[in-house]
Structures are given as C-alpha cells and as structure tokens.
C-alpha cells in the first residue's frame, strides 16, 4: 500500500447538523464547518486494466490521482487562517486523475482527524479502483469507484463507495462537448475534475486493539449510507483470519424476504447489538472472554442494496508473565557454586526475554550475568500460554557477601521489565540469625509459662 500525506483544505460552508457516528461526541449539537480534504491518492488497477472489489490475481499498476472530500463537515473552531484552500489547475489536463467527491450526506465520523493530519505528523495511505456493484444495472455515462483512506498509526479508517455525477452543463446542447479523461474515458468539469459522490461508506476508528487473556473486547466498525434502503436488504459477516485459516464469528442476514435480519452466532460470546445495526449503522463486534485463539487479522463486511464494503483490523491477545525466583537468599556453603533461576509462567505471546544483574557492595553500576545464564525450551499450557525458565550458576568468588542478584524480565504485555532481586549473605550470617530466631521463640515461651502461672 502506498503512502501519502494528507494536502490542502480549505472551508466551504457551514452548518448546524449533528455529527454522524457513534459514540456521540462532545460536538453533537455543536456548528460544524465544511471543509475540503485533498489527498494524494493511487489508481489501482488490475493487470492493466480495471479490477473489480476484492479481486486478489494479476499484476497490479498505480497511476497517481489526486482525492478531494467535499465539504467534509469537521468542528467549526477550527481556524480559517491555517487553511489553504484547494485550487484547480488553471490549465485543465485529461491526464490527470483528479476525483471531487461530495460527503455532506452521508456523513464521516470523526472526520477532524483527516483535517489535523499534518499537524499531528500522521500520513494518510489513499488508494481508489474502479468499482461495479453486484446486480446493479448502471446507467450509461455513470461509473463507481472504491476509495480506502486509512490514517496511519489509527484512529480512522474509510472505504468509500463513489458514484460519479454530471458535469454541470451536461445536457445543454449549446454547450461544448465535456473535456474527457483519458485512462477512465469519463467527462470531466470544465476545472478537470470528475465529478462524484459518496454514496455508502464504512469505517473504523481502531484498527489495531490488543486484549487481555479473558477479557472482553469490542471491535469497531460502522457505516452509513446516502439513500434509505429495506432492512430486510441489509447484511453483515464478521470473519477471523489467522495463520493461513479462517471462520465465521457472527452473521446478519435476512432469513426470509422482506423480514427483518437476525443475527447469527458462531462463535459463542460474540455480539451486535441488532437495534444499533439497523437504526444507527453500528455493527461493532463484542467478543467476551477473549482466548488465544481469537487472536488474528478480523473482517467486517457489511452490505446494503447494491453496496458492499469492508474494514480490516488486528486483535491481539496478551497476557504478562507470572515471574518468580528459585530462592529469596543466596548463601554459599563450603564455598560451592549455587544454581539460581528465574521462572517466567503463563504469559502470551512468546517473546519474552530474561536478563541477569549483579550490584556487589563496591559498585554503584549493575553488572551483566545475562551471558552466563541458559534458557529452557517453551512449555505450553492447556489455555496456550506460555512458560520458560532461565538458570544462571553462581560462583562464590565473584559475589562477596551483600552482593544483590537482579532477575529483569521483558514482555511486550509490560510498560517496564518485572524486576525480582536476592541478596547474597554470609554463611555465618545465616547461623547467627537461626540463633536469634530460637532465642526469641525461647523467651515468648517462657512469657507465656509465667502470665499462665
């Protein structure tokens, strides 16, 4: 996938209309502002010529085009003067790719995203490809097209279903016959520009999650269209793909013509809530009690009348490690080394890594043991969580009485490495503190003989 910055914008209207989406927002009856988001895109194309959705074979060709969201509607205090608005070139080209798409209706969730891009230092990958949808019969002179605008690092991902609209004039036998692009041979506005319409979209503001082992989740994914359409013509499939395989987790269908969807469970503690997914387009997967193997790459495709689209996340499971130590003091006895490990239990997933320090009472800088140190193999649990042990030998010579014996374990579940440390003590240390111990429990005894007596 190819990657591009997000462009120029420039305010185009205003109005009072609540933003679309879900959760509702603090600017749910705030005033809005509609601005246009230019975005450097691709044409994608298949084995040179034009690919239908979801076609996966042939070779792919890119030819750079040029995406404009018209009045995008996005918060209303955000500054006039940091925008700079989005001219047409002066000298129109029937080369160039430049596709104008209205997007007041339906709206873009969370479409300030887009708008502070460049501020936040984020790219926006932008790819479109023509687009046919199934059992439509399209009316001469129209052409759809799929658009993906994906913000990199998360927070907003869109799959936008286009259709092209007349050039302005368009009919008027006086006027001039329409300027033609000349890859997509489509009539193009007298600024060079094609003309077009977002007329289904669905997005997702959270491609990435990561979950603990048990936990619940929710997958986001949602969508609006322009035109109202039968319930009954709605659909929607939750797919798991991992490790080269794949399973249905949930279903949305209409069992019976003109009746409304039900909802169909594959795996057991997944959910959409029906009501939000036929009155607000929500469609968000809830997944209870999450488990290894939930883990994977999850598709959400919904479908309405004659449109389809899909959004792609990841989910990850994680679970930290249970880390423990063989002993909590070190002492040697006649002078012999002494094996000490360090046990890391029922973490997920495998990369965990496992250091050795030592800080003898004469340094102020801990020193490594890590390369004198051996590793079990991997043990799997029932649950697929993981264990390893890490053994590290001990000489007496090198570790004088006070020294402290550091375990540092790393896992991508922790912010900072689990730390665990023993002290080394002297043999006759040991001695004199089991003395001690039995002369306290020698005089609470005696205490209690005489209070009794």
Not at 112 to 129: F, G, K, P, R, T
Not at 257 to 272: A, F, K
Request: charged share 15%; proline share 8%; net charge negative.
């Amino acid at each position: 996938m190819m990657i591009f910055s997000v462009g120029l914008l420039v305010v185009s209207y205003f109005t009072a209309s609540a933003v679309s989406g879900f959760p509702p927002s603090h600017l749910t009856q705030a005033e809005f502002v509609g601005q246009d988001v230019v975005l450097s895109c691709s044409l994608v194309e298949e084995g040179g010529g034009f690919g239908s959705m979801g076609a996966s074979s042939g070779h792919f060709s890119r030819t750079p085009a040029t995406l404009v969201l018209k009045d995008l509607p996005v918060s209303a205090d955000t500054s006039p003067e940091t925008l700079t608005p989005y001219i047409p070139p002066a000298n129109p080209d029937p080369d160039n790719i430049i596709v104008e798409a209205k997007v007041t209706s339906p709206e873009i969730p969370e479409a300030d995203l887009l708008l502070h891009a460049d501020c936040e230092e984020q790219e926006v990958a932008c790819e479109i490809s023509r687009y046919y949808p199934r059992g439509l019969e399209v009316d001469a002179g129209v052409a759809y097209f799929i658009g993906s605008v994906v913000l990199e690092g998360g927070g907003l991902s869109l799959t936008l279903v286009l259709r092209t609209l007349p050039p302005i004039g368009e009919g008027d036998e006086s006027a001039p016959a329409p300027l033609m692009q000349s890859k997509l041979e489509l009539p193009l506005t007298p600024s060079g520009t094609l003309l077009s319409e977002v007329a289904f979209v669905v997005f997702s503001r959270s491609q990435s999650l990561t979950t603990p082992l048990g936990g619940d989740t929710l997958l986001d994914c949602g969508f609006k269209q322009q035109e109202p359409f039968p319930t009954h013509a709605m659909w929607l499939e939750w797919r798991l793909q991992h490790r080269g395989s794949g399973s249905k987790v949930l279903e949305m269908k209409a069992v019976e013509p003109e009746e409304q969807p039900i909802v169909l469970v594959e795996r057991n503690g997944s959910s959409v809530d029906l009501a939000l997914a036929v009155e607000e387009g929500n469609v968000s997967l809830t997944v209870r009690k999450v488990t290894v193997p939930d883990e994977g790459t999850y598709i959400c495709t919904v479908g309405a009348g004659f449109y389809q689209a899909q959004q792609v996340m990841q989910l990850q499971v994680i679970q930290p490690p249970q880390v423990s130590l063989s002993v909590d003091k070190l002492i040697f006895k006649d002078g012999l080394p002494r094996r000490v490990s360090c046990h890391c239990e029922r973490y997920y997933p495998l990369d965990v890594e496992v250091e050795w320090l030592y800080l003898p009472p004469s340094k102020t800088e801990p020193i490594s043991l890590t390369q004198n140190a051996s590793l079990t193999s991997h043990r799997q649990f029932s649950d697929k969580t993981l264990s390893l042990t890490s053994h590290v030998t001990l000489h007496p010579a090198a570790l004088p009485a006070g020294t402290i014996i550091t375990c540092l374990v790393s896992h991508r579940s922790l912010d900072t490495p689990v730390t665990l440390s023993l002290t080394v003590l002297a043999p006759e240390t040991e001695e004199r503190s089991y003395w001690m111990i039995v002369g306290m429990l020698a005089a609470t005894l005696l205490s209690f003989y005489f209070l009794l007596k």
